[in-house]
């Protein structure tokens, strides 16, 4: 009788350890699966996500399995408005406000992963964006407003596509194909007039306001959703993750 009570009493115990290695280890397996979901090849499958901001032309940020990502749109370059150290770009605002406005009023966004790596050196998700389910990529490149860059396979699936447009926009000679020499393979040349930057032109009462300040407490009770890198306000120390969008 002894012998079976210890016997029931061990067998409990052993399917107890089963139980609790066999959660721990699905616990560690659904870690890795969404460490894997963000940085290595996957499914082609769209993913729904939430929009945080625009950064610029061809960057948002976005709410992505609960955490804030940036998003590089994948194959296209727009004219730059917010490099450090570089000038604001002819068109460039033009296609900031353009993706601004096909992000901001889609119903569903989404983003689509290619076969090859999802994140770049930089830590930002590379992804075709759909808004509505139209293209945003191939919507800028109709519009000339974009041109094919940053070609690096295997995460080429809409390449051929891109290029077609592109190469419309081109022939007809809108946007940033209206100068010849302006887009090339290379990137974007020269910078926009004075009269197309004028939008983003401190007035006189706000450069006299002091910009220098200490951290990012200091600069979001001035400016509480922080300052892009062609604010007066912005220092490089303050933009963690190197988005050229401080203290946001």
Request: aromatic residues 8%.
């Amino acid at each position: 009788m002894k012998n079976t009570i210890h016997k029931t009493i061990w067998l409990v115990i052993f399917l107890f350890l089963i139980s609790a290695c066999g959660t721990v280890s699905t616990a560690n397996e659904q870690s890795d699966s969404n460490k894997q979901a963000t940085t290595t090849s996957g499914t082609t499958d769209k993913v729904e996500v939430s929009l945080i901001r625009i950064v610029d032309g061809d960057t948002i940020k976005v709410n992505y399995n609960g955490q804030e990502e940036t998003v590089r749109y994948l194959l296209v370059d727009t004219p730059e408005t917010k490099a450090p150290n570089k000038c604001v770009q002819p068109y460039g605002k033009d296609a900031s406000k353009r993706n601004e406005g096909l992000v901001t009023n889609a119903d569903k966004l989404e983003l689509e992963f290619d076969v090859g790596d999802r994140m770049d050196k930089y830590g930002r998700l590379l992804a075709y964006v759909y808004a509505d389910g139209v293209s945003v990529q191939q919507t800028l490149l109709d519009e000339g407003l974009a041109r094919v860059a940053y070609v690096y396979p295997p995460n080429t699936r809409y390449l051929d596509t891109f290029e077609k447009a592109e190469a419309s926009a081109k022939n007809a000679g809108i946007a940033v194909w209206q100068q010849d020499g302006y887009a090339t393979e290379r990137g974007f040349n020269g910078c926009a007039t004075s009269q197309e930057t004028s939008v983003d032109t401190p007035t006189e009462s706000q450069t006299n306001e002091s910009t220098n300040f200490a951290n990012c407490t200091e600069l979001r009770k001035t400016y509480p959703d922080g300052v892009p890198s062609s604010h007066p306000a912005y220092q490089r120390k303050f933009d963690r993750d190197k988005d050229d969008y401080a203290c946001e």
